[in-house]
């Protein structure tokens, strides 16, 4: 057809299942692209054999001179061989087809490949052939249209408001261009001017450019005389060049036009013009190699196995882009990670500024395993000059330099000099330096402040007996008081470093402990505020915890080191269990334990009882006999149709007990799910690239083999926890079947790929109603098959089933850390905004080997338990303790039961559902304005999983119109970052100050009606919503008017009260609780906001909370007991004895085993003093 000019005609009438996506039919070159993409992606997933396009276009060459495929092929040449394997599998003769396809459409189009540009928009690609390529500006679109929100409007590509390209046939060419900027300050450096490549300019009247960089936008307006006009993310700019101080001198920039604040961006595509003076002179400013190629470092990174490693780079193969803001008046550099400091340094050298390259080589260094500097290569000199200088002066090597000491020193604040001072002193100054930390606003005073309450909780966490502390929700825990903690443990501080000791050895190295969504803005505080303390002092911030796998990383004093030097790891909870199983981390970390401290941010996360373990395991293939397999689909078949359990064809089986219990445990997982609000969308699915979204390491070990086939849970953190809801390989068994069975489609290509070996003998058996040809050789999916034939499901599901059962894989062997380990292998300290953990020893009392009552390790004053009937006076007292300065919190608790019925038809038709009512409550402020009831949604429970925030803005638009709600907060699922997306354009960019302190100038205090807050479920602990004090400080208004809390099946009132504390002026703030199953008594009909501490739901939740808190679970009494067990051993993980449960079931040897284990952990825990004594009062603790 295409040969002949037939295609456009009678291509529809093709029966070809790829030929009905294909969306460039109409024009040959953009049609040939599509095809090779086709091929390429069918070659990148079929990599077991030799087959390759270029093999089948010279067979195709060779064919095409013969009748008869065969004819003449002698048996043993590589022609007959690649027939052989095309004729093995049918999906090749869809392969052989897209390679005729492309081979028709190079000749139409005289060409071999057709050079195109890939833009994104509206989230699909779109193919433009131009007329002159350039591969750069290729590469450019398509990162540039991938990383920011394009949409595409009547053929139109816009980027906001902004027309940026004609898409449409016949469209000028797509040209990037060049825009050079100079300085409006009368200060002069050696940079004459910068120039900015990839440049787009925009389909406006006026001469407009658009330039990203970093996350942001600059908009660049030509007036008439030929002036620029630039805007930062819609704010007003400049470009200047500062003189800071002598350190930080003719620094060119940008600073902002209506303040005084520095924007320093760095990007490849900034090109500054230096003069060129003595640029080469080897004693001036120039070498003729560039530094930063001569500068490499050890970096840390994940391969496909999952393990780590470490690798030499150039600092010149590490560049990426940043935007670094320096704050008036202070204009101390701040950064928030380390590939800002390597940005940075090579900014400093671009500009020849050997000052500010100074000072972020000191700050580098602080953050690197190992920096190595190529001085020469064989004879050639690569470091020369005043750069060479400038390194040996910041490595400390060689004559001292005095002037560049009183120039350096004042860009550090000197802890190190109060190191005599009382410690509340010492809080003072740590607390009036933190100050200058922070942005200088227009009404004349600091951002942040510490106030007197935080000053007397930082000194209560330093000197406090208990471990754990307690501050309610929203008093700045973590961008107050973790990096004021940090400076503390950095300084000399005489009384500070006695209470850090904690009963035992000095500390010197520091271990920050975060929730895994908390990690990225915790690095950042730390990086903020650790990197410019004690001029010339040696110490260590690090982003990894595996960087103690590196021979250079030490704990202690290393040779030659007179005291040791002070460390700091930023880790998650389950990163650091996780290093805790590597031996070569145990060496260094156990003999070196009494000198380190952990803190704990979120304590209550950190030792939730469903949370305490971490298990890293070794896979091996199962060795499932057929008749397993088929004992497993029937009884699967059986509980997930409601038939009768089958008791004769177990009776078979060696072991019929156990596949009766398997078919009881089956139903009631079925019975489970049927809530919808436990449902297999909630918590399981397949793990792919879509649902590990926000997953930021490589997740290419979590979706390979088996892994992309099983049911898995969502909430599971690389392996999941033995002895969980999610490590139970039965209900992944169970559920896989019901994925099977319930969303087929998924399982299409896995299909594809194995219908060929279908039997006859099978075929006859189960699917007789399909045409074995076509069902063997055919091209028609998975899903289709289903859907058109439903009496063939089953037979279908059966082989698929069986097919993953054989994939899948077992442990073989295991490691496990649990928090309890580290609370008695560590002296830990740790705060919370909802105080509700278990009661342990801690590491001080375990070393001094006490036999007294264990201590409690958190204030419980305001504990309410059921057993102790208190008077509602006495009850709301309590509560009150707990609330804080939270005290006048509205809420209203509304039933979710509705939830039902609405999560079976979508997770969307349930927002709306929500939305609705809240709309209809006779209290609802829209009743009679134009303005929405509420602008914030916490979703606790994961409600709205699957749905992305693109679905979310679609509902909001068409449930509340244009004119409502103009923005949507929401939080990256990769990075943790603040976003906004715009309801009108789809434009999603950064929240960052800048763009809010626009959204203020626009909306002023009619902004908090203009943003809907969506935070998802795995934020709602911990995550700050930003500008919210700020906001209330300006405008005496909260920012959020109403939040809707979607609690549903969650039970655990700590939780709800984080989700809650999302917002942070929660005086002023409204609350919607959805909840369901609220008793009868509890609610009627819709009786409006009351105090939160008055509402008998709340007594119920609170004290439920208290009353399994204390007594925790037997989850966590066993893990305690593995705790005491490891402690015994001297080791930090346990390594599991009974593996895989279900096979040890299956094959009866499972009690066995469990009275070993039994025997084992009475012989070493109980008939061992010190573990016997600890287990006895913590048993004592707990039911007393």
Same mark, same amino acid.
């Given at each position: 057809?295409?040969?002949?000019?037939?295609?456009?005609?009678?291509?529809?009438?093709?029966?070809?299942?790829?030929?009905?996506?294909?969306?460039?039919?109409?024009?040959? #070159?953009?049609?040939?692209?599509?095809?090779?993409?086709?091929?390429?992606?069918?070659?990148?997933?079929?990599?077991? *054999?030799?087959?390759?396009?270029?093999?089948?276009? $010279?067979?195709?060459?060779?064919?095409?001179?013969?009748?008869?495929?065969?004819?003449?092929?002698?048996? &043993?040449?590589?022609?007959?061989?690649?027939?052989?394997?095309?004729?093995?599998?049918?999906?090749?003769?869809?392969?052989?087809?897209?390679?005729?396809?492309?081979?028709?459409?190079?000749?139409?189009?005289?060409?071999?490949?057709?050079?195109?540009?890939?833009?994104?928009?509206?989230?699909?690609?779109?193919?433009?052939?131009?007329?002159?390529?350039?591969?750069?500006?290729? $590469?450019?679109?398509?990162?540039?249209?991938?990383?920011?929100?394009?949409?595409?409007?009547?053929?139109?590509?816009?980027? *906001?408001?902004?027309?940026?390209?004609?898409?449409?046939?016949?469209?000028?060419?797509? &040209?990037?261009?060049?825009?050079?900027?100079?300085?409006?300050?009368?200060?002069?450096?050696?940079?004459?001017?910068?120039?900015?490549?990839?440049?787009?300019?925009?389909?406006?009247?006026?001469?407009?450019?658009?330039?990203?960089?970093?996350?942001?936008?600059?908009?660049?307006?030509?007036?008439? #005389?030929?002036?620029?006009?630039?805007?930062?993310?819609?704010?007003?700019?400049?470009?200047?060049?500062?003189?800071?101080?002598?350190?930080?001198?003719?620094?060119?920039?940008?600073?902002?036009?209506?303040?005084?604040?520095?924007?320093?961006?760095?990007?490849?595509?900034?090109?500054?013009?230096?003069?060129?003076?003595?640029?080469?002179?080897?004693?001036?400013?120039?070498?003729?190699?560039?530094?930063? /190629?001569?500068?490499?470092?050890?970096?840390?990174?994940?391969?496909?196995?999952?393990?780590?490693?470490?690798?030499?780079?150039?600092?010149? *193969?590490?560049?990426? /882009?940043?935007?670094?803001?320096?704050?008036?008046?202070?204009?101390?550099?701040?950064?928030?990670?380390?590939?800002?400091?390597?940005?940075?340094?090579?900014?400093?050298?671009?500009?020849?500024?050997?000052?500010?390259?100074?000072?972020?080589?000191?700050?580098?260094?602080?953050?690197?395993?190992?920096?190595?500097?190529?001085?020469?290569?064989?004879?050639?000199?690569?470091?020369?000059?005043?750069?060479?200088?400038?390194?040996?002066?910041?490595?400390?090597?060689?004559?001292?330099?005095?002037?560049?000491?009183?120039?350096?020193?004042?860009?550090?604040?000197?802890? &190190?000099?109060?190191?005599?001072?009382?410690? @509340?002193?010492?809080?003072?100054?740590?607390?009036?330096?933190?100050?200058?930390?922070? #942005?200088?606003? /227009?009404?004349?005073q600091y951002q942040i402040v510490p106030t007197e309450k935080q000053k007397q909780f930082l000194e209560r966490i330093i000197c406090g007996e208990e471990s754990f502390h307690f501050s309610e929700v929203g008093t700045g825990k973590t961008k107050v008081i973790m990096p004021l903690l940090c400076q503390t443990f950095l300084s000399s501080n005489i009384e500070a470093h006695r209470y850090l000791a904690r009963g035992g050895k000095q500390k010197d190295t520091l271990v920050i402990l975060v929730p895994e969504h908390l990690v990225p803005d915790a690095r950042h505080q730390v990086f903020k505020h650790c990197l410019n303390l004690n001029f010339r002092q040696e110490y260590r911030v690090y982003d990894d915890i595996f960087a103690l796998l590196h021979p250079q990383v030490h704990l202690g004093a290393n040779n030659g080191e007179s005291k040791p030097k002070k460390q700091i790891f930023v880790i998650s909870f389950n990163q650091f269990k996780k290093a805790l199983t590597y031996d070569k981390i145990c060496q260094k970390v156990r003999p070196h334990r009494e000198h380190i401290l952990v803190i704990a941010d979120e304590v209550d996360d950190f030792l939730d009882r469903d949370k305490l373990v971490f298990n890293i395991c070794s896979n091996k293939a199962n060795t499932f006999a057929p008749t397993t397999l088929e004992l497993y689909f029937e009884t699967s078949c059986a509980a997930y149709h409601r038939k009768e359990c089958p008791r004769e064809l177990f009776q078979s089986s060696p072991n019929p007990a156990y596949w009766i219990d398997l078919y009881e445990k089956f139903d009631a997982i079925h019975n489970e799910i049927q809530d919808a609000s436990k449902s297999l969308n909630k918590s399981f699915g397949i793990?792919?690239?879509?649902?590990? @979204?926000?997953?930021?390491?490589?997740?290419?070990?979590?979706?390979?083999?088996?892994?992309?086939?099983?049911?898995?849970?969502?909430?599971?953190?690389?392996?999941?926890?033995?002895?969980?809801?999610?490590? *139970?390989?039965?209900?992944?068994?169970?559920?896989?079947?019901?994925?099977?069975?319930?969303?087929?489609?998924?399982?299409?290509?896995?299909?594809?790929?194995?219908?060929?070996?279908?039997?006859? $003998?099978?075929?006859?058996?189960?699917?007789?109603?399909?045409?074995?040809? /076509?069902?063997?050789?055919?091209?028609?999916?998975?899903?289709?098959?289903?859907?058109?034939?439903?009496?063939?499901?089953l037979g279908l599901i059966r082989f698929l089933y069986i097919i993953i059962l054989k994939r899948m894989e077992i442990r073989d062997r295991s490691r496990s850390v649990n928090s309890v380990d580290i609370i008695f292998n560590f002296d830990c300290i740790g705060f919370t905004g909802t105080p509700f953990l278990d009661n342990y020893p801690t590491s001080d009392y375990i070393r001094h080997q006490r036999e007294d009552d264990i201590p409690p390790s958190i204030d419980r004053s305001f504990y309410a338990y059921t057993s102790e009937e208190l008077s509602q006076d006495e009850f709301e007292n309590r509560f009150s303790q707990f609330q804080g300065q939270n005290s006048d919190v509205k809420v209203e608790y509304v039933s979710s039961d509705f939830m039902q019925e609405s999560l079976k038809i979508g997770e969307m038709e349930t927002l709306k559902e929500i939305f609705t009512r809240e709309q209809e409550n006779p209290k609802a402020e829209s009743r009679k304005t134009t303005k929405a009831p509420f602008n914030a949604i916490v979703d606790l429970c994961g409600i709205f999983k699957l749905s992305t925030i693109e679905d979310v803005r679609s509902l909001v638009l068409e449930h509340f119109g244009p004119g409502c709600f103009h923005y949507i907060y929401h939080i990256d699922q990769s990075d943790g970052?603040?976003?906004?997306?715009?309801?009108?354009?789809?434009?999603?960019?950064?929240?960052? $100050?800048?763009?809010?302190?626009?959204?203020?100038?626009?909306?002023?205090?009619?902004?908090?009606?203009?943003?809907?807050?969506?935070?998802?479920?795995?934020?709602?602990?911990?995550?700050?919503?930003?500008?919210?004090?700020?906001?209330?400080?300006?405008?005496?208004?909260?920012?959020?008017?109403?939040?809707?809390?979607?609690?549903?099946?969650?039970?655990?009132?700590?939780?709800?009260?984080?989700?809650?504390?999302?917002?942070?002026?929660?005086?002023?703030?409204?609350?919607?609780?959805?909840?369901?199953?609220?008793?009868?008594?509890?609610?009627?009909?819709?009786?409006?906001?009351?105090?939160?501490?008055?509402?008998?739901?709340?007594?119920?939740?609170?004290?439920?909370?208290?009353?399994?808190?204390?007594?925790?679970?037997?989850?966590?009494?066993?893990?305690?007991?593995?705790?005491?067990?490891?402690?015994?051993?001297?080791?930090?993980?346990y390594s599991d004895d009974i593996v895989n449960s279900f096979i040890e079931k299956m094959e009866m040897t499972i009690q066995t085993k469990v009275k070993m284990l039994e025997d084992k952990i009475a012989r070493v825990v109980l008939g061992t003093p010190v573990p016997a004594r600890i287990l006895e009062h913590i048993f004592l603790d707990k039911f007393r």
């Open positions: 057809l295409l040969d002949f000019g037939l295609f456009d005609q009678y291509a529809k009438l093709l029966n070809i299942p790829f030929m009905k996506d294909l969306q460039h039919e109409a024009d040959t #070159r953009e049609l040939q692209v599509e095809v090779a993409n086709l091929i390429y992606n069918f070659d990148r997933k079929h990599t077991e *054999d030799s087959v390759t396009r270029s093999k089948v276009e $010279e067979l195709i060459y060779e064919v095409s001179y013969k009748f008869f495929v065969n004819k003449n092929f002698p048996i &043993n040449s590589s022609q007959f061989r690649l027939i052989q394997m095309l004729n093995g599998d049918s999906d090749y003769q869809e392969y052989v087809l897209l390679c005729k396809i492309y081979m028709s459409l190079c000749q139409i189009n005289k060409s071999i490949e057709v050079d195109y540009y890939k833009i994104r928009c509206n989230g699909q690609y779109h193919i433009i052939i131009p007329k002159n390529f350039s591969k750069m500006t290729s $590469e450019y679109l398509e990162q540039v249209t991938v990383h920011h929100s394009f949409s595409e409007t009547n053929g139109i590509m816009m980027y *906001d408001d902004i027309n940026v390209f004609d898409l449409r046939p016949g469209q000028p060419e797509i &040209n990037l261009y060049r825009v050079r900027l100079e300085s409006n300050s009368d200060v002069q450096s050696m940079v004459k001017y910068l120039e900015i490549t990839n440049v787009f300019r925009t389909l406006s009247l006026q001469e407009q450019y658009l330039i990203f960089i970093a996350d942001n936008s600059i908009l660049i307006d030509v007036t008439e #005389r030929g002036k620029m006009e630039i805007r930062i993310n819609k704010v007003s700019a400049e470009v200047a060049t500062i003189f800071f101080n002598e350190a930080l001198s003719f620094i060119p920039c940008f600073k902002y036009s209506e303040g005084e604040d520095i924007i320093i961006f760095t990007s490849r595509n900034i090109h500054y013009l230096v003069d060129k003076g003595g640029q080469f002179c080897t004693d001036y400013y120039g070498m003729k190699h560039e530094l930063i /190629e001569c500068i490499k470092s050890e970096e840390v990174f994940v391969d496909l196995n999952d393990d780590v490693q470490f690798r030499k780079e150039k600092l010149s *193969d590490l560049l990426t /882009e940043s935007k670094v803001v320096v704050y008036f008046p202070d204009y101390l550099l701040l950064v928030s990670s380390r590939q800002q400091l390597i940005n940075l340094l090579d900014y400093a050298l671009y500009i020849r500024n050997i000052g500010f390259f100074i000072l972020v080589l000191f700050f580098l260094r602080r953050t690197s395993i190992h920096l190595e500097y190529i001085e020469r290569k064989e004879k050639v000199v690569l470091i020369s000059g005043p750069w060479r200088e400038a390194i040996v002066y910041v490595l400390n090597i060689g004559q001292k330099n005095p002037h560049y000491d009183r120039i350096f020193e004042k860009q550090f604040f000197d802890l &190190n000099q109060h190191a005599n001072l009382p410690l @509340r002193g010492f809080i003072d100054v740590l607390c009036e330096n933190f100050t200058r930390y922070q #942005r200088f606003t /227009e009404d004349g793990f792919n690239e879509q649902t590990l @979204r926000h997953c930021t390491s490589s997740i290419s070990h979590d979706i390979e083999g088996y892994k992309a086939l099983i049911a898995r849970p969502y909430e599971s953190v690389n392996r999941a926890m033995p002895g969980s809801y999610y490590s *139970d390989v039965e209900r992944t068994i169970f559920l896989t079947f019901v994925i099977l069975s319930e969303d087929i489609a998924k399982y299409d290509e896995l299909f594809q790929g194995e219908r060929k070996f279908i039997t006859f $003998e099978y075929w006859r058996e189960y699917l007789t109603e399909l045409d074995y040809d /076509e069902l063997v050789y055919g091209h028609n999916r998975l899903s289709e098959i289903a859907e058109n034939y439903p009496n063939a499901s970052s603040d976003r906004m997306l715009c309801i009108k354009s789809k434009n999603d960019v950064t929240f960052d $100050e800048e763009f809010y302190r626009d959204l203020c100038k626009r909306y002023g205090a009619d902004l908090r009606h203009k943003i809907f807050f969506f935070v998802d479920n795995r934020n709602y602990i911990g995550k700050d919503v930003p500008y919210q004090l700020i906001y209330q400080r300006h405008f005496k208004l909260p920012l959020f008017v109403k939040s809707v809390v979607i609690a549903h099946d969650v039970e655990d009132f700590s939780k709800i009260w984080q989700a809650m504390g999302r917002s942070r002026t929660m005086n002023d703030t409204t609350f919607s609780i959805y909840k369901s199953n609220i008793p009868a008594d509890m609610i009627k009909g819709n009786n409006g906001l009351g105090d939160i501490k008055t509402l008998p739901l709340t007594r119920l939740l609170y004290t439920k909370n208290c009353d399994c808190k204390m007594a925790g679970n037997l989850s966590s009494i066993y893990q305690t007991l593995i705790a005491l067990y490891n402690l015994s051993q001297d080791s930090f993980y």
